[in-house]
Nanobody
Framework: QVQLVESGGGLVQAGEALRLSCAAS????????MGWFRQVPGKERECVAA????????YYSDSVKGRFTISTDYAKNTVYLQMNSLKPEDTAVYYC??????????????????WGQGTQVTVSS
């Protein structure tokens, strides 16, 4: 079991930046592949970034590539999502998730066993 708590969401203007944090507790953090997802009402939860448990592989959706960066700090048991050049279409609830699988990149919700409570990101135009 691992517990995940996101923080760092808020209201910003287009073009500004935010950094989301996801603090993990419980089992050793490095056992999990991690992902950041977002969801808006009426739509499915989509993966915007993922990182393998070793940190050797990362994934970004086309909509955030070049603007968002996922990273991990194993000493702090924390995964981050640095979001730059935010756009109104980035407005969503953002979730971090942990996939207890062999090392790899996982971009669909079905692979993830543990989820945080979500943090709201709102980008005004």
């Amino acid at each position: 079991q691992v517990q995940l708590v996101e923080s760092g969401g808020g209201l910003v203007q287009a073009g500004e930046a935010l950094r989301l944090s996801c603090a993990a507790s419980g089992r050793t953090f490095s056992r999990y592949n991690m992902g950041w997802f977002r969801q808006v009402p009426g739509k499915e939860r989509e993966c915007v970034a993922a990182i393998s448990r070793t940190g050797g592989s990362v994934y970004y959706s086309d909509s955030v590539k070049g603007r968002f960066t996922i990273s991990t700090d194993y000493a702090k048991n924390t995964v981050y999502l640095q979001m730059n050049s935010l756009k109104p279409e980035d407005t969503a609830v953002y979730y971090c998730a942990a996939a207890p699988r062999t090392n790899g990149i996982f971009t669909t919700t079905t692979w993830y066993a543990f989820w945080g409570q979500g943090t709201q990101v709102t980008v005004s135009s």
